[in-house]
């Protein structure tokens, strides 16, 4: 009779022991993957503080040559400053020396990786990179195909 009690209490023991841990597991998981899919709501939920505006050296003077319908390219001089003012001169190769000036101010897209300089006949978009500038078209994306690493500018 004492073995079967003492069987029966041991028997007892182990499976809530084994009940009680498997319990513990489980939540440990639950909040294991609630912590995940916090981090991770809170990850989209907040913009990423790297980017070109907060993270790379932007001002300063970019120079390149655009392509162009009708010369030989358009020599283009973009310079941003500090204060949110640009300077654009432009050059069209092979048919006049005139350089072309544009003043204004621009201002940053949500993302903080472009920029719109905005005058007063238009705006134009580029994408700011490490020590580049590239122009994108008027939908605000990187132009694509044979022509594309023209409209690149570099400091």
Same mark, same amino acid.
């Given at each position: 009779m004492k073995k079967l009690l003492l069987t029966l209490s041991l028997a007892s023991i182990l499976i809530w022991s084994c009940n009680?841990?498997?319990?513990?597991?489980?939540?440990?998981?639950?909040?294991?993957?609630?912590t995940a899919d916090t981090t991770k709501t809170d990850y989209t939920? @907040?913009? &990423?503080? *790297?980017?070109?505006?907060?993270?790379?050296?932007?001002?300063?003077?970019y120079k390149g040559i655009t392509p162009c319908a009708d010369c030989e390219g358009i020599e283009t001089e973009v310079t941003l400053n500090p204060d949110m003012s640009f300077l654009i001169k432009t050059k069209y190769k092979g048919k006049s020396d005139k350089v072309y000036e544009e003043k204004g101010k621009f201002k940053w897209d949500a993302t903080g990786s472009k920029v719109?300089?905005? @005058?007063? &006949?238009? *705006?134009r978009l580029f994408f700011v990179g490490e020590n580049t500038l590239t122009q994108l078209d008027m939908d605000?994306?990187?132009?694509?195909?044979?022509?594309?690493?023209?409209?690149?500018?570099?400091?």
């Amino acid at each position: 009779m004492k073995k079967l009690l003492l069987t029966l209490s041991l028997a007892s023991i182990l499976i809530w022991s084994c009940n009680n841990e498997t319990k513990s597991s489980a939540a440990d998981t639950t909040t294991i993957s609630n912590t995940a899919d916090t981090t991770k709501t809170d990850y989209t939920a @907040t913009a &990423d503080p *790297h980017n070109a505006q907060t993270s790379l050296d932007w001002n300063g003077t970019y120079k390149g040559i655009t392509p162009c319908a009708d010369c030989e390219g358009i020599e283009t001089e973009v310079t941003l400053n500090p204060d949110m003012s640009f300077l654009i001169k432009t050059k069209y190769k092979g048919k006049s020396d005139k350089v072309y000036e544009e003043k204004g101010k621009f201002k940053w897209d949500a993302t903080g990786s472009k920029v719109t300089l905005e @005058t007063v &006949d238009h *705006h134009r978009l580029f994408f700011v990179g490490e020590n580049t500038l590239t122009q994108l078209d008027m939908d605000g994306n990187k132009v694509t195909g044979a022509l594309a690493d023209s409209y690149v500018l570099k400091k």
